[in-house]
């Protein structure tokens, strides 16, 4: 079955940096887009960064260009999230997920078309 486990969160003061991993097992890995997405509490779950299957597209919400990077290493079979200057605003959980359609399609940022997920790991800013 597939597995996604992401891990690297933790709490980290303005302006600091973090870097996310997400494991995935299970899968052909490089047939699948990968996703990032988070939720804050109160609100609904959003698109943070994608990537292609194999690496060559790289996709980011307007609120985290610039400041956050995302990358993977098909051998490993896992995909990254550098996050830089990091705001308050950017706590959350961040959760990774697989998906073939995001590439069919062209388009990357809609939760609905990833089948898989991790489990979310907490990011924390404090000011």
């Known amino acids: 079955q597939v597995q996604l486990v992401e891990s690297g969160g933790g709490l980290v003061q303005a302006g600091g940096s973090l870097r996310l991993s997400c494991a995935a097992s299970?899968?052909?890995?490089?047939?699948?887009?990968m996703g990032w997405f988070r939720q804050a509490p109160g609100k609904e779950r959003e698109f943070v960064a994608a990537?292609?299957?194999?690496?060559?597209?790289?996709y980011y919400a307007d609120s985290v260009k610039g400041r956050l990077t995302i990358s993977r290493d098909n051998a490993k079979k896992m995909v990254y999230l550098q996050l830089n200057s990091l705001k308050p605003e950017d706590t959350a959980v961040y959760y990774c997920?697989?998906?073939?359609?995001?590439?069919?399609?062209?388009?990357?940022?809609?939760?609905?078309?990833?089948?898989?997920w991790g489990q979310g790991t907490q990011v924390s800013v404090s000011s």
């Open positions: 997920a697989a998906g073939t359609r995001p590439s069919i399609l062209g388009r990357y940022e809609y939760d609905y078309w990833y089948d898989y």
């Open positions: 299970g899968l052909t890995f490089d047939n699948y887009a």
């Open positions: 990537i292609s299957g194999r690496g060559a597209d790289k």
